[in-house]
């Protein structure tokens, strides 16, 4: 894959990005069976948090889990 710089347009002294539909539809395809938590209050360990969701969801499809920030998750399934 390679990444070229293409510039923003400015409409109205913003920014404006524009892209084609193809340019995310990869994406898009990659995490539509995903689910984003929120754990609140306690901190618990990201192989915590993972073996909780494999032993919990794993008769769903569970597959991945990523840590985004501090008590945000994002869980992925197979469908």
Aim: proline share 4%; charged share 25%.
């Amino acid at each position: 894959m390679k990444l070229t710089y293409i510039p923003p347009e400015v409409v109205d002294g913003k920014a404006v990005v524009k892209y084609q539909s193809l340019d995310v539809m990869s994406d898009i395809n990659r995490w539509k069976s995903s689910v984003y938590g929120y754990v609140m209050g306690t901190n618990p360990s990201f192989g915590a948090i993972e073996n909780y969701a494999r032993t919990r969801w794993e008769e769903f499809g569970f597959e991945k889990c990523f840590k985004l920030t501090s008590g945000l998750y994002l869980f992925q399934f197979e469908t």
